[in-house]
Each structure stands twice: as C-alpha cells, then as structure tokens.
C-alpha cells in the first residue's frame, strides 16, 4: 500500500482504533473462558472457539499497531509521514485465513446437529472459507486501476466460494434450524445478518482502489472500517454465540452450578 | 546460510508465514489447554503434552521471525538485501530436539497401552527421536557440493534412528493398535502418515543443497515449507491426539462434566 502523509489526528485516530480492538479480542476472550460454566457442557466447544478467535486476533492486532507505528515518523511540519518501512497489512489475511474457518465452525458446532449432519457440512465450510481468503491474497498485493485487472479477477473468484457459504447458511443450515426454540431462531437469524453485514464490509475495501480511493483519506477510512468489522465480526459474534448456548441451555433445563 | 537479495513479495511471503506459524501454535495451545474437560482423565496427559510442544514451537518461531526481520533491510531498489547479521535456521534444531521425542511421547501416552510396554517403547522413541535430530545438526551447519561430502554423511547416520522410529510405529506399536476401536484405528493410521508425510519433508531441505538449490527461490520455499511442514507436525498432529484422546473417552462412556 502507498502511504500518504497523514495528519496528526489521522495517524492517531487509526492508532487508536487498532488499540481498542486489541482491548476488545482480549475482553471478550477472558468473557468466553470466564463465562463457559453459563452454559451446558455440550456448548462450551464453541465458546472454546470463540476465545481462539479472539486470541488469533489480539496477536495479529499487536503486530499491525506495530507495523502501523513505524511505518510513519513525524516530520517536521508535525504531520505522520512515511518512514520507509512498509505497512504489513498481510497480517490481516493471515487472521482471517485462520479466524475464518473457526467463526463458521463455532456457528456450526453451537446449533448442535447431529455427528452424520455437523460432520460434512464443516467440511464444506473450512475448505470455502480457505478458498474465499486463499483466493483474495494474490489480488491484495497487486495494485490495480480498473475492475477488470488481476485485482479484479483474483476478487471474483474469492467471491464463488463466499456466495457458496451464503447458500449453505441460507439453505441447508437455515432448514436445520427449523427444530429449535423460537428464541434459538431469532438469535440464528441476527447472527446471519450480523455475518453478511460485517463481512460484506471486506469486499468493499477489496474495490476501494477500482474507484481511485488510495489518498490519505481513503487509507484511514479503510483501517477504521476494518477494525470495526473486525470487532463486530469476532468479539459481537462471539457473544452472539455465547447468547445462542445460553438460549439452549437453559431451554434444555440446565441449571447453573453450586460449585 | 547464503542469503541471496529477495524481492518484496519473497521476503513478506516468508515473513507472513512465520507469524502465521506463531498465531496457529498459540490458538492451539489455547485450545489444548481449554479442551482437557473434553476427554476422560487418564487422557489429559497427552493434551498436556500437545500444549508444551506448540509452546516450544511459539517460542521459537517468536525467535526466527526476529532473526529473519533482522537479516534483511530494504535497498533503495525496493529488495530486501542481507544486512550482515546472519539468519539464525539453528532455532529450529533446538525446537525439533525439545518437541521432535515430546510428539513420540504424546502418541504413546494418548494409546493408554499397559505401563510395561508404555515404558520401554518411550525410552526407546526417545533415545533415537534424540539421536536423529543430533546427528543431523553438525551436517546443517556445513556447506555440501555432493551428497557425499561430510554434510551428506550426518544426514545419512541421522536416518538410521529415524529408520528405527519407523519400525516401532509400525511394527511394535502397530501391533498395540489391535485391540483398539475402529475409529481409533483409523485415526491412529492417519496421524502416523501425517507423521510420516511431515517428517519427510525435513530430510529434502536437507538434501536440497545437494541439488544445488540455493538461490533466493529456494530459499523461500525451504522457510515456507517448513513452516507448513511445523504447523502440521505440531498444531494439526495434536488435533489429531485430541480426536483419538475424544474418541476413547467417549467409547468409555466418559460424560463431559456438568461443573
């Protein structure tokens, strides 16, 4: 990525913002361990997952501050400007080829299916979210002026294996879901639209450069707009998996321990 | 090691999947220590185990990714050029000789065999998981024209216990396998060709200079497969425990616990 000069509040508003998503992954992560004898044992699975989730995002976090913080050295004028050092926002794909998998694993393994259904449908899942990241990373090193560049060629193909994870959670995960409690169906239902509208967000960033989007400006709205999603699409979506267990658990009689 | 000038793409591919070996041996060091709950008691041992060995891989990889950062510096063309401070590759004899008998040991252990052959089968994979790593380290450190050069022949005395290690994991511990469930079977068959698909890969890198691959291609496709080759000798492989360790318990009618 080209770096621009940045302002004083550019430089700093980013800087935070990377900052309170480390605070973020490791809050919800203490969240999920503290929080496991809340639901019936057969759940804690996926609170396990959500924790590594937010472990592998804290890490990748630490290192992007730090690749943000000398990537820039204050000029004389006391604007940011860059320092030479390159911007390592690979750590990014790094995260979700790991994080990814695991999020459509935790949804998976919290709904509770049956060994025969869980099984192949996880399958389906990890080898797409693979794919879909795998796909994306040859695109992102590339600069790019038009749609219809390598860019834009490696972004389409990353999007058949998401439209793929779409129709499953749509289709084949949306009618196993026809067996739970009312509640369970709702809850199922937000954490859909909070996976659409959240990763729908990283498609966009992918396009910002097809539309000239590449000057100070569109650099610090890319950083805030990912931290956010980042946020929102692990932290959020682990309590919302943490909502879908306790839901269950106590629609099943599970009482909270003495111990 | 020589180290040739790398492009920007070839020193980040390098450098990414070094950090991306980091994250993946913390999460599952976290996940093997949140998941002991998961399998009966005797069990546990070999999550123990797990944990340590991709504790010890974290640490190193933490040390090769400093030393790899630190033998580069970028020239004015945009490359990455040796900065005179050697690339440290030794780390990882020093990982390989803590958690190369630590991975034989927790094989062992999650098989429950009876305490008089448990015994002299881990002092026997021990010895010789010891010997092969130590008699391969004096020929990593020597340059090598031919396969018959000094290098070549601690390769080859480094073969014979890994030979050996081979024969037990067929012949005496694949006799223990008989009285096993079928999934245990299956799943102890596919951890030992992942053992073996993995360890393979070690002797190629350290033939590859016999072949003359040197050059910075080489260089970079030797760092990342050993990374991949680490990731699933180490991380993937105490999945697989993990699974035979689940599997047992469950055979045994272990119950997860309600505390």
Not at 77 to 86: C, E
Not at 147 to 164: A, C, D, K, V
Not at 204 to 226: D, H, K, N, R, W
Request: glycine residues 8%; proline residues 3%; charged residues 15%.
């Amino acid at each position: 990525m080209e770096l621009s000069s940045l302002t004083f509040g550019e430089y700093s508003l980013v800087y935070n913002m990377l900052s309170f998503t480390i605070a973020s992954m490791l809050a919800a992560g203490l969240f999920f361990i503290l929080a496991q004898h809340r639901v019936a044992p057969k759940y804690r699975i996926s609170l396990i997952v959500s924790t590594l989730v937010v472990g592998i995002a804290a890490y990748h976090y630490f290192r992007i501050t730090g690749s943000w913080a000398d990537a820039f050295m204050i000029s004389e004028t006391g604007n940011y400007v860059a320092s030479g050092k390159p911007f390592n926002d690979a750590y990014r794909y790094v995260d979700w080829l790991l994080t990814v998998p695991l999020l459509l694993v935790e949804l998976v393994l919290v709904l509770n299916l049956s060994r025969e259904k869980s099984g192949p449908m996880l399958t389906k899942l990890v080898i797409a979210a693979t794919l879909m990241i795998g796909l994306g990373y040859p695109g992102e090193l590339l600069g790019a002026e038009s749609m219809f560049s390598e860019r834009g060629l490696w972004g389409f193909l990353s999007t058949i294996p998401f439209i793929y994870i779409l129709w499953i959670l749509f289709g084949e995960l949306g009618k196993a879901m026809e067996g739970q409690p009312e509640r369970v169906r709702v809850l199922f239902r937000n954490i859909r639209l909070l996976l659409i509208f959240t990763w729908g967000f990283y498609p966009i960033v992918y396009m910002a450069p097809f539309f000239g989007l590449t000057g100070s400006e569109s650099i610090v709205a890319i950083q805030v707009g990912y931290t956010i999603a980042d946020v929102l699409a692990k932290a959020g979506y682990g309590v919302m998996i943490y909502a879908i267990a306790r839901e269950k658990s106590i629609n099943e009689g599970y009482q909270l321990s003495a111990a």
